[in-house]
């Protein structure tokens, strides 16, 4: 069936009725965004007023924007460390929420090496909820008959820890897959999944992919959209199929389960699902054992529509083996999403990747903004406190930095991230989301974030495409241990015909190629004051950021959240790294710099 990319703003009317009370929901919200922000801060205000921390502020129960604005301090996770530390370690009393903390959701951004710990409450699970049940309303606008088939997604928990306080401590993803809204979930012939609950909710990685992959194969002709989190865990999927296909299909030749797979739950769902079938065997074995693995996806999964998952930040550099894999399915990036909250969706999920914009639900948090200074990026004095824009204020083309205030009890906090408004959906504004903030290489005074790192990457390995190359993962590192530092990018390479590599020639070009991406400030420590050594790639062998993966995650990361650090500094990392290279290679010349700008 066909995908339309191209109904225009505003939505609807619904593809079924039972969608047009979301579609509506949409459109109030999106109409009213300021009355909706304002009532949103003054219920967060009341029913947070007795707290330790408002009063501190003296706000004396009010719960306007001016009193609110004029009184409470933009705050960042390690202003609030002191008090998320008590409340970690057993103090009940209300600090930041006059409700319960019902646990610390582990957000993937770090604090001092450990990850941050977002306190929340029991209400905003339904908030959550509210904002999932918006997604496949608007995906079926686009798409037709998804109510026919499954959606074969990798979804995976966590490990649970407790804080020294008994508090449970565990990744967004891993409370919403364990609470009952997901876990009883009425039947809605727009969300079957193929995988059974009791293989989403085995902490055991293996166990839980291997069993969703084969449920996946078992109903591949049922299934309509293939997806994960992040699209690194799609890709993790489609390696982890490379890796164990001999063993699914021999389960599906015989109808029994791979001993591996020890947990009773799956063992007792699959018994009911996993019937001899060694037609399917053998056609799982004939596409798998096939050199060649372009557009698998949809070889193996034929009535795919489109793949679901984020491409949008740093995601983006999958998108070339998301595309190879699936023969460029169209890969909607439905909703942006934080520990700290759940943030607004994709009103066009059709559109290309590039052209993804997140609408913020206002009924979410009460959201602001810092307009960003491109200039000097951090600069926030609490003598001269920011005027933050509201959201039904931020101007169409200005970036800003996200703050939002929280029913949980968090009170203008920087998220880091940086959003550019691209539009508007009625007056609610539409961001694309730019990048993390602070995601850094730096020597001296050069600073390298995370887009222009990636689009460096982008631009050298253009001259990997004759030798169809691609880099299909990379981090880097500041290597100062020598006078002068230089940055250090490790690739892992996928070469399409080893025969054919691209040669060492090559690869010091795309070192100079990086050069030449990256900023003026760059250029100019390397060209005028040669405070910055030739920049060297390091290529790492096949696996290694599998590897890498492997080693967070045992270390604590979540597989749902998980996404590759782009900089690297942590000792056992490096070593990891290092232990794998294949070969390193260095800028041969200086990159171009004159005091002019380029434009
Ligand atoms: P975590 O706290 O681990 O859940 O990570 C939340 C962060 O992931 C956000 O603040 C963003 O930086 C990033 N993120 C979440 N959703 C998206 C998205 N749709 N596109 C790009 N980045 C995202």
């Given at each position: 069936?066909?995908?339309?990319?191209?109904?225009?703003?505003?939505?609807?009317?619904?593809?079924?009725?039972?969608?047009?009370?979301?579609?509506?929901?949409?459109?109030?919200?999106?109409?009213?965004?300021?009355?909706?922000?304002?009532?949103?801060?003054?219920?967060?205000?009341?029913?947070?007023?007795?707290?330790?921390?408002?009063?501190?502020?003296?706000?004396?129960?009010?719960?306007?924007?001016?009193?609110?604005?004029?009184?409470?301090?933009?705050?960042?996770?390690?202003?609030?460390?002191?008090?998320?530390?008590?409340?970690?370690?057993?103090?009940?009393?209300?600090?930041?929420?006059?409700?319960?903390?019902?646990?610390?959701?582990?957000?993937?951004?770090?604090?001092?090496?450990?990850?941050?710990?977002?306190?929340?409450?029991?209400?905003?699970?339904?908030?959550?909820?509210?904002?999932?049940?918006?997604?496949?309303?608007?995906?079926?606008?686009?798409?037709?008959?998804?109510?026919?088939?499954?959606?074969?997604?990798?979804?995976?928990?966590?490990?649970?820890?407790?804080?020294?306080?008994?508090?449970?401590?565990?990744?967004?993803?891993?409370?919403?897959?364990?609470?009952?809204?997901?876990?009883?979930?009425?039947?809605?012939?727009?969300?079957?999944?193929?995988?059974?609950?009791?293989?989403?909710?085995?902490?055991?990685?293996?166990?839980?992919?291997?069993?969703?992959?084969?449920?996946?194969?078992?109903?591949?002709?049922?299934?309509?959209?293939?997806?994960?989190?992040?699209?690194?865990?799609?890709?993790?999927?489609?390696?982890?199929?490379?890796?164990?296909?001999?063993?699914?299909?021999?389960?599906?030749?015989?109808?029994?389960?791979?001993?591996?797979?020890?947990?009773?739950?799956?063992?007792?769902?699959?018994?009911?699902?996993?019937?001899?079938?060694?037609?399917?065997?053998?056609?799982?074995?004939?596409?798998?054992?096939?050199?060649?693995?372009?557009?698998?996806?949809?070889?193996?999964?034929?009535?795919?529509?489109?793949?679901?998952?984020?491409?949008?930040?740093?995601?983006a550099q999958?998108?070339?083996?998301?595309?190879?894999?699936?023969?460029?399915?169209?890969?909607?990036?439905?909703?942006?999403?934080?520990?700290?909250?759940?943030?607004?969706?994709?009103?066009?999920?059709?559109?290309?990747?590039?052209?993804?914009?997140?609408?913020?639900?206002?009924?979410?948090?009460?959201?602001?903004?810092?307009?960003?200074?491109?200039?000097?990026?951090?600069?926030?004095?609490?003598?001269?406190?920011?005027?933050?824009?509201?959201?039904?204020?931020?101007?169409?083309?200005?970036?800003?930095?996200?703050?939002?205030?929280?029913?949980?009890?968090?009170?203008?906090?920087?998220?880091?991230?940086?959003?550019?408004?691209?539009?508007?959906?009625?007056?609610?504004?539409?961001?694309?989301?730019?990048?993390?903030?602070?995601?850094?290489?730096?020597?001296?005074?050069?600073?390298?974030?995370?887009?222009?790192?990636q689009k460096a990457i982008e631009n050298a390995s253009v001259?990997?495409?004759?030798?169809?190359?691609?880099v299909?993962?990379?981090?880097?590192?500041?290597?100062?241990?020598?006078?002068?530092?230089?940055?250090?990018?490790?690739?892992?390479?996928?070469?399409?015909?080893?025969?054919?590599?691209?040669?060492?020639?090559?690869?010091?070009?795309?070192?100079?190629?990086?050069?030449?991406s990256?900023?003026?400030?760059?250029?100019?420590?390397?060209?005028?004051?040669?405070?910055?050594?030739?920049?060297?790639?390091?290529?790492?062998?096949?696996?290694?950021?599998?590897?890498?993966?492997?080693?967070?995650?045992?270390?604590?990361?979540?597989?749902?959240?998980?996404?590759?650090?782009?900089?690297?500094?942590?000792?056992?990392?490096?070593?990891?790294?290092?232990?794998?290279?294949?070969?390193?290679?260095?800028?041969?010349?200086?990159?171009?710099?004159?005091?002019?700008?380029?434009?």
């Open positions: 069936m066909a995908v339309d990319s191209t109904l225009p703003s505003p939505l609807g009317p619904p593809a079924h009725e039972r969608d047009a009370k979301a579609l509506q929901f949409i459109e109030d919200m999106t109409k009213n965004v300021d009355s909706v922000q304002e009532r949103v801060l003054s219920e967060i205000l009341a029913q947070n007023a007795e707290t330790e921390y408002l009063k501190r502020f003296n706000l004396n129960g009010a719960t306007d924007r001016e009193t609110f604005k004029s009184k409470i301090p933009v705050v960042t996770y390690e202003d609030l460390q002191p008090e998320i530390q008590r409340i970690a370690n057993g103090d009940k009393s209300p600090i930041l929420s006059s409700h319960p903390i019902s646990e610390f959701l582990t957000s993937s951004g770090t604090s001092a090496g450990e990850r941050k710990l977002m306190p929340t409450i029991a209400q905003e699970m339904d908030r959550r909820q509210l904002l999932y049940s918006l997604l496949m309303p608007v995906m079926n606008l686009y798409v037709p008959g998804l109510d026919k088939g499954k959606g074969l997604y990798f979804l995976f928990v966590k490990a649970e820890t407790k804080t020294p306080g008994g508090l449970l401590a565990r990744p967004v993803l891993t409370a919403y897959y364990n609470s009952q809204q997901f876990k009883t979930r009425p039947f809605d012939p727009f969300n079957v999944y193929t995988s059974p609950n009791e293989a989403i909710l085995c902490v055991d990685s293996f166990q839980s992919m291997y069993a969703q992959m084969l449920c996946g194969l078992l109903m591949r002709e049922e299934v309509l959209r293939v997806g994960a989190v992040f699209a690194s865990g799609l890709l993790r999927a489609i390696h982890f199929l490379q890796v164990n296909w001999k063993e699914l299909a021999h389960d599906i030749s015989t109808g029994t389960l791979n001993p591996k797979i020890t947990d009773g739950s799956i063992r007792e769902r699959m018994s009911q699902i996993l019937k001899p079938n060694p037609e399917l065997a053998e056609f799982i074995v004939n596409e798998c054992s096939a050199e060649n693995w372009e557009r698998i996806i949809v070889r193996i999964w034929p009535n795919t529509k489109y793949l679901d998952v984020i491409v949008t930040g740093a995601m999958y998108i070339p083996t998301l595309e190879y894999y699936s023969g460029g399915l169209p890969m909607p990036c439905t909703m942006y999403a934080s520990s700290e909250c759940y943030f607004g969706l994709n009103l066009r999920p059709m559109s290309k990747p590039s052209e993804v914009s997140y609408t913020i639900m206002p009924n979410m948090a009460y959201f602001e903004f810092l307009p960003h200074d491109q200039s000097n990026p951090s600069a926030l004095s609490r003598d001269s406190p920011p005027r933050l824009v509201d959201l039904a204020d931020v101007e169409v083309g200005k970036e800003y930095e996200l703050i939002v205030s929280t029913y949980a009890g968090l009170c203008r906090y920087r998220v880091g991230d940086i959003l550019r408004v691209t539009g508007f959906h009625n007056a609610a504004p539409q961001f694309r989301f730019v990048r993390r903030k602070n995601v850094l290489l730096s020597i001296e005074s050069d600073k390298t974030d995370e887009a222009e790192l001259l990997l495409t004759e030798f169809n190359t691609s299909v993962e990379y981090t880097s590192y500041a290597d100062t241990k020598q006078i002068p530092g230089h940055y250090v990018i490790y690739w892992e390479l996928f070469i399409k015909d080893p025969a054919n590599a691209p040669t060492d020639d090559v690869l010091n070009q795309c070192c100079l190629q990086m050069e030449e990256l900023n003026s400030v760059y250029r100019q420590s390397r060209v005028a004051d040669n405070s910055i050594g030739p920049l060297e790639i390091r290529v790492v062998k096949n696996g290694t950021f599998e590897e890498l993966m492997d080693y967070a995650i045992s270390r604590g990361a979540s597989i749902n959240q998980y996404k590759v650090p782009r900089c690297v500094s942590f000792t056992p990392i490096m070593e990891l790294l290092d232990s794998r290279v294949v070969s390193k290679h260095f800028s041969p010349a200086l990159p171009h710099w004159t005091p002019e700008r380029r434009r």
